[in-house]
């Protein structure tokens, strides 16, 4: 028997027979772009390769008017924030109220 060592590229899952020709594998395909319009209040998106940037745009604005229709904007753009880790959402800082 034969114990045989390959090194897979994690892209292509071409075979390789050295570590470096692998990631030499990986590091020659092209990245792609994604391109997503999220809505700003509770970061759900739409893929603009799917839907075309316009109704991707559309849908996203439609779903940031209806929250803002159910005044929720503000109280779940905060919770976007801090479950997204700062990438989606906005924050609001608290409001002082007035005593
Ligand atoms: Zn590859
Ligand atoms: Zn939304």
Same mark, same amino acid.
């Given at each position: 028997m034969k114990i045989e060592i390959?090194?897979?590229c994690p892209i292509?899952?071409?075979s390789w027979a050295t570590q470096? *020709? *692998?990631i030499a594998? $990986?590091?020659?395909?092209?990245?792609?772009?994604?391109k997503w319009a999220n809505c700003e209040v509770c970061g759900q998106g739409w893929n603009? =390769?799917?839907w075309g940037?316009?109704?991707a745009v559309e849908l996203a604005r439609k779903c940031e008017q209806e929250h803002e229709a159910k005044g929720e =904007?503000?109280?779940?753009? $905060?919770? =976007? !924030? !801090?479950?997204? %880790? %700062? =990438?989606? %959402?906005?924050?609001?800082?608290? $409001?002082?109220?007035?005593?």
């Open positions: 390959y090194y897979e292509c899952h071409q470096s *020709a *692998a594998c $990986r590091n020659q395909h092209p990245v792609i772009e994604k603009i =390769t799917y940037e316009k109704q =904007t503000e109280e779940l753009s $905060r919770k =976007t !924030f !801090f479950l997204s %880790g %700062g =990438t989606k %959402g906005k924050y609001y800082p608290p $409001r002082k109220e007035s005593k």
